[in-house]
């Protein structure tokens, strides 16, 4: 019976599996094209499976064991129950390799299972509640009818009775695992996620390799529309990824909006946008809502749309975009290499280019960029008022220098000016060749692009290109995370090629070079909070603390640290939109840094410096790393003057 029965259940759900993919690749191609190597990302998908993928779930052993088990063993099964049962190959090695295979996925989905007992906030529950049952089921089944195949029971064992009880375990099994795999059940995400890994729109993420700039609109296109109004907006493969999300909630888990009680929930966004693919609402999403001011969330069932309706008031809430910090802690901890930050981003475009609908300050930060080249709105000449007695030399006087120091816009800011003007004390310590553009820059464009005005950063852009094409010189150092992952990842798309180091980076290097004669650091305990720009999006971990090693200090590291650092909620424009949630972002941090018992935080961008100063005391003290170096600097201005022959700088072609 079981020989009758099997190969009927197995070519029928192989069927219907082929025609649920046609399915799902049809939902896919309603959206825009994408410039993707469909055979060399087949090729590639292995090892970014194998390598990449889990890279990033091996951080949780627990999971990452349970993962291979359970996709390993599920795949090596279905082949080969295919093979044995679906074709006959009634061979007892075979059937010895099947059993092995099913048994590894059977502890695995024990695993699974476990798991889901009491499962964290962060995971889906719903029909995933379900799916450890079904792994069950399904190696369960296959297991006992590959017995007989083995010869280690008589084919005929346990009747008619026993054949229809496995025949139900298979139907369940294969149900769930193939039909629900590509119709839209909890393993939907296997068969997406693989292409996703396939024709990412990031491949150069893969291999160690880092990819963080946006990209770019192409405003000369009158076709193209500007940024996404509707899913069908998104290009197939954003889509693709879409359908790829297994609902872990790692995202959901790193975000500090969300943490911070904002409307804001990046694994509900991308389910949002996975509803608005095929179409229908959100009332069966089965995991956290979007948070609200009462602590309730946002109500399900509200929401939807389909691929042709405008997403925002359909699909989502403009201030659930609006909440993001750009800070990439979802994309870092996503394990299918989801890109929530490019989506979010590509939906601001369109509400700021084409409906104008930037909340609270965002228009007028935007104005202010476009009238004085500074989000302020500051008079552009006094841009280098911070420096009236400090005789900085200026790129139009002495053409070229070996570093160009980009000075940023925290040229306008009080607080901002005393870390610009230590670290010009570092560099003339170090007798570092330099020169500033002096009135001669402009805003990077960084706030300008995270709040969506794409125009006017391509602008920003352009101008500073053409400034830089005119001088000369090896590298660029700047203080600013935001402008220095601008500078160095973004405006290459713009012809803008240099070679651009963060001003902790650099220091290290003149430290390591011997060339700054420093005090230990006499202070009390220091932390370090790592920035966002500098860590998440450009992989800068180590430069910051070896400085502080260098100036004696011990660094009290907090338990959210590096890569898996807190925001301190000024990146992205959020401080501009600034969308309210139950309690504040910087805040969160400033008790992240109070656990560790530190006197002093260090840190190294003018926008964490903001916002930590702006927590109500008693709070510790904060300094930019630049401050604390320049602190210890020995004078040795009295000492034999060292050899200063100045080496010719390279010329750089922007």
Avoid at 60 to 71: K, L, P, W
Avoid at 369 to 374: E, G, K, R, Y
Avoid at 603 to 629: F, H, N, S, W, Y
Wanted: aromatic share 8%; net charge neutral; proline share 6%.
């Amino acid at each position: 019976m079981l020989n009758t029965l099997l190969p009927i259940l197995l070519f029928a759900a192989v069927a219907l599996t082929l025609l649920g993919a046609a399915r799902r690749i049809a939902l896919w191609r309603q959206g825009r094209p994408a410039k993707v190597n469909l055979l060399a990302g087949l090729l590639a998908m292995p090892r970014r499976y194998l390598v990449d993928l889990h890279h990033v779930v091996a951080r949780d052993r627990y999971i990452s064991n349970t993962h291979v088990a359970t996709a390993g063993g599920f795949a090596l099964s279905a082949l080969m129950a295919i093979a044995v049962h679906g074709f006959g190959l009634h061979n007892k090695v075979l059937g010895y390799a099947l059993l092995v295979a099913t048994a590894v996925m059977f502890c695995g989905a024990l695993f699974v299972y476990k798991r889901r007992i009491n499962p964290p906030a962060r995971l889906s529950k719903g029909p995933w509640m379900r799916l450890p049952k079904s792994l069950l089921m399904f190696s369960g089944s296959f297991f006992i009818a590959t017995l007989p195949v083995a010869g280690i029971l008589p084919a005929d064992f346990g009747g008619w009775v026993v054949a229809a009880v496995l025949a139900l375990g298979v139907l369940w099994g294969v149900s769930e695992l193939f039909l629900g795999m590509t119709w839209g059940g909890p393993l939907k995400h296997a068969f997406a996620g693989a292409l996703h890994l396939a024709w990412h729109r990031r491949a150069e993420r893969f291999g160690g390799g880092r990819s963080t700039g946006l990209k770019p609109l192409n405003l000369a296109d009158h076709q193209a529309p500007l940024g996404v109004e509707q899913p069908k907006d998104f290009t197939w493969n954003q889509l693709l990824g879409f359908d790829a999300c297994v609902q872990c909630g790692r995202c959901e888990a790193m975000c500090p909006a969300f943490a911070a009680g904002q409307p804001l929930n990046p694994k509900k966004l991308i389910q949002d946008m996975v509803i608005g693919l095929a179409g229908g609402t959100d009332a069966h999403f089965a995991g956290s809502p979007y948070p609200s001011l009462d602590g309730k969330g946002r109500p399900l069932g509200e929401h939807g749309g389909n691929a042709h309706q405008p997403i925002v008031d359909g699909l989502v809430s403009a201030d659930t975009l609006w909440a993001c910090t750009t800070c990439r802690a979802c994309v870092e901890e996503c394990p299918m290499m989801i890109e929530h930050v490019d989506a979010i981003v590509d939906m601001r475009r369109h509400l700021t280019l084409e409906k104008g609908a930037t909340p609270n300050k965002g228009a007028e930060v935007l104005e202010n960029l476009i009238a004085t080249d500074n989000p302020g709105g500051f008079a552009p000449g006094g841009r280098l008022h911070w420096a009236a007695d400090l005789a900085l030399p200026l790129m139009a006087e002495v053409k070229q220098a070996e570093v160009l120091f980009w000075v940023g816009d925290g040229a306008f800011d009080m607080r901002n000016q005393r870390t610009l003007r230590a670290f010009v004390k570092v560099l003339k310590a170090a007798k570092v060749d330099f020169a500033v553009l002096g009135l001669e820059e402009r805003d990077s464009g960084d706030v300008a692009r995270r709040l969506g005005d794409e125009a006017t950063f391509q602008q920003l852009a352009q101008r500073n290109i053409h400034t830089l094409a005119q001088y000369h010189f090896k590298r660029i150092v700047t203080c600013d995370p935001h402008s220095f992952h601008v500078l160095k990842n973004e405006y290459s798309a713009f012809g803008g090629l240099y070679d651009v180091f963060h001003h902790s980076t650099y220091m290290a290097e003149l430290m390591a070079a011997h060339r700054l004669n420093l005090n230990t650091h006499k202070g009390g305990s220091v932390t370090y909070h790592d920035p966002c720009y500098l860590g998440r999006y450009n992989g800068e971990y180590e430069a910051p603390r070896q400085v502080l090693r260098g100036l004696g200090i011990e660094v009290k590291e907090m338990e959210r640290s590096g890569f898996r650092a807190r925001c301190c909620g000024g990146g992205g424009g959020a401080p501009i939109t600034d969308i309210p949630g139950r309690q504040r972002i910087p805040d969160m941090r400033m008790n992240d840094i109070r656990e560790t018992g530190a006197e002093l935080v260090a840190v190294g961008c003018p926008q964490c410096t903001a916002m930590l100063e702006g927590v109500v005391a008693p709070r510790p003290e904060i300094k930019d790393i630049a401050e604390l170096v320049a602190e210890a600097l020995i004078d040795d201005s009295a000492a034999p003057a060292k050899s200063t022959a100045r080496r010719e700088p390279a010329e750089v072609n922007p």
